[in-house]
């Protein structure tokens, strides 16, 4: 029977979300936004003959062995994790063996008994064998974004690859992966600092893994170093295939710039022109995507942008019905797939260049918004490096996305301009019952401290209400001892009952980008609303600051130079935070220090792409930085000279309130990037 994509496949195709077998063999999605019904193809292949007909071995026995280690697997996972099978509002039993699956592990048993010589088998002899047939090794790498030169930073965990590969992940923990043959993630690497320490580390993965695949999420500001880690990878093992990803590929994707600026034309909105772009500047977007250099073709098999759950499962399934074929190969048959990937939920496309049409093609997914209820929760357990939060003590931090997405639209941020550039909804909002089960499953994993990423998480009230209804009751059930938490959000976002609140139930920390005393509303869109309140902006900072120091709770704060503001108002700015600290409203370490730079998928990029004769910003090369603040570079809005000076303010006014700064180690810099300025 032909797939949705329309070609022959003779290994079982499953449906990635089961919620139920139906009485015509069919399973069907539980998703709202992917309704399809894929029929599974029992078929084993020309010229072979069923399962069941391929040995004598009891079958009873062997299907009685499979569901026992099944059962043991299942039992190793987290209480929490139990009582749900791919989200934790499905109502499915992990436990439940499917039938393709228990077809896969029962000719995985027969042949492993074959190979083993003996009808009982050795139990460890048998194991490794089934293993060695069943696996092959993929290794998963967050990209650094910055050396060991470099401070006033905390690079936290790689959430954006995490959610990437999470439904992925959660099929192999609980070992329903839909093909005969299952990757094995050997590491997922998330590395402080781009080192030699860590190539070596990349270096000794590869050689003793040989990885089939190797997947690198990266930001603009890594992205010279995700390409310096496919060439490290490439040179190591040649015909490993490398899948790049992260922020930096969604905003360099050419295809949903000239879509937006196609829905841009046809609308007669003023908030839609910055997205009307003329044939010049989607070209220069075309030169900033990975892939468009012969260089990065040499080192880059393919690239993924956008939603990448659902795509990311479908190309590790496409990858395991030939793990050891050609990277050639896999996109020939990426592209006979693009049928199966067109029916998948979420915005998402994989780029590949064909080396035959000399052109860079892709496949894409529905474009249906991703339901948030419906997907697992990232996986921690794999994770190089540790994550704890100095705010919290260093307890064992997890990171949590409530909510994805932001009200406002801030120039400089992403969210200015993903929901259009996409096509999906401005916020994608987790269900209070959703969350609460992740704060569950990582209370039982042992982590103490939570840090919710959400851009804004006070944003939604109704929501927020709900959410601290149920802390409470578990903070009840725990007799007052759970969770730590801490969260992002604006000035605008709270009011002295919901501070109160919040700290009671275990909040302590919240970090606000304030970015200056009176930034530009037209930078700062966030702003607009505290100033038709006829409210001025740092007026309500220090206010919300005094809210959260009377409550308990701690306040960190990003500051960002390069808006526009004058001289006089970035010492204002300095001035009011030193202020804030010395009144104990500011925690230590918690000032973090920014220089604007135009980052590809802001609305500040499009306005470069805007301006004819540009050209963008090119984060191939290589970021040289000052170290006290990670985005000052070569294509930031301020001139080295201006950097140094705010450095120079900011040690002497702010002192040890800057985020993890090291002043010894920025003047050995200074002195030798800029002697000048001695």
């Known amino acids: 029977m032909g797939s949705p994509g329309g070609h022959r496949q003779n290994s079982q195709e499953i449906l990635y979300i089961q919620i139920g077998r139906c009485n015509d063999g069919t399973y069907v999605c539980s998703s709202a936004a992917a309704r399809s019904v894929v029929r599974i193809v029992t078929g084993q292949g020309p010229g072979t003959q069923p399962a069941e007909d391929r040995s004598p071995q009891p079958r009873t026995e062997i299907a009685a062995a499979i569901h026992a280690r099944r059962r043991e697997r299942i039992d190793r996972l987290a209480a929490a994790e139990r009582s749900w099978r791919l989200s934790p509002l499905d109502g499915g039993d992990p436990y439940a063996v499917s039938q393709p699956v228990l077809a896969r592990e029962t000719r995985l048993e027969v042949a492993a008994r074959r190979r083993v010589g003996n009808a009982e088998g050795d139990g460890l002899s048998l194991a490794a064998e089934r293993h060695r047939a069943k696996h092959f090794p993929i290794l998963l790498i967050s990209a650094p974004h910055i050396e060991d030169a470099v401070s006033g930073t905390f690079p936290g965990t790689p959430t954006p690859l995490l959610q990437a590969t999470s439904v992925v992940d959660r099929l192999l923990r609980i070992d329903e992966f839909p093909a005969d043959r299952v990757p094995e993630i050997v590491a997922v690497m998330n590395p402080l600092l781009y080192s030699n320490e860590f190539r070596a580390e990349v270096r000794a993965l590869v050689t003793e893994h040989q990885p089939r695949l190797v997947g690198i999420s990266n930001l603009s500001e890594g992205h010279h170093f995700a390409l310096e880690i496919a060439e490290l990878v490439k040179s190591v093992r040649p015909s490993t295939i490398i899948l790049m990803g992260g922020q930096h590929e969604d905003g360099t994707n050419p295809v949903v710039y000239e879509r937006a600026s196609e829905r841009a034309r046809q ?120 994550n704890r939060f100095p705010v919290f003590g260093n307890k064992l931090t997890a990171q949590v996305m409530a909510c994805l997405g932001c009200k406002y639209a801030c120039a400089f941020c992403h969210e200015s301009a993903d929901h259009f550039l996409y096509g999906v909804p401005k916020l994608l909002q987790r269900s209070v019952e959703h969350v609460m089960a992740e704060l569950r499953l990582r209370h039982e994993q042992g982590y103490e401290a939570v840090f919710f990423d959400d851009s804004t998480f006070t944003q939604d009230r109704r929501w927020l209400s709900g959410f601290l209804d149920n802390l409470e009751r578990e903070i009840d059930v725990h007799e007052g001892g759970w969770l730590e938490w801490g969260c992002q959000t604006t000035i605008n976002d709270l009011a002295l009952p919901i501070v109160a609140r919040m700290s009671a139930a275990g909040c302590t920390y919240i970090y606000f980008g304030v970015e200056s005393a009176r930034p530009n509303p037209e930078m700062v869109q966030k702003t607009r609303r505290t100033l038709r309140a006829g409210e001025g902006w740092l007026d309500r900072f220090v206010r919300v600051s005094r809210w959260c120091r009377d409550s308990g709770v701690r306040v960190g704060t990003s500051l960002q130079f390069g808006l526009g503001e004058s001289l006089d108002e970035r010492e204002r700015t300095l001035d009011a935070v030193a202020a804030l600290y010395h009144e104990g409203c500011i925690a230590a370490g918690c000032v973090a220090l920014n220089i604007n730079a135009p980052y590809p998928g802001t609305e500040q990029w499009l306005r470069l792409i805007g301006e004819e004769g540009l050209e963008l910003p090119d984060y191939r090369e290589r970021l040289v930085r000052h170290p006290a603040f990670e985005t000052a570079h070569q294509f930031t809005a301020l001139a080295a000279s201006e950097i140094e000076q705010i450095h120079r303010q900011a040690a002497e006014k702010l002192g040890d309130a800057v985020l993890s700064v090291n002043f010894e180690a920025q003047e050995r810099w200074r002195q030798a990037q800029m002697p000048s300025s001695a």
């Open 267 to 386: 609308m007669n909105r003023s908030w839609s022109d910055i997205f009307r772009l003329a044939q010049p500047g989607l070209e220069r977007v075309g030169r900033t995507q990975t892939l468009a250099s012969p260089d990065e073709r040499e080192i880059v098999d393919f690239v993924a942008a956008g939603d990448c759950q659902y795509l990311f499962l479908e190309f590790i399934v496409q990858l395991a019905r030939d793990p050891d074929a050609s990277a050639s190969s896999l996109k020939h048959r990426i592209k006979q797939a693009q049928g199966r990937f067109a029916v998948l939920p979420g915005s998402g496309f994989l780029f590949f260049y064909d080396e035959g049409r000399d052109l860079i093609e892709h496949v894409q997914l529905s474009g249906q918004p991703l339901d948030g209820d419906a997907l697992p929760f990232i996986d921690l357990g794999a994770l190089t490096h540790e």
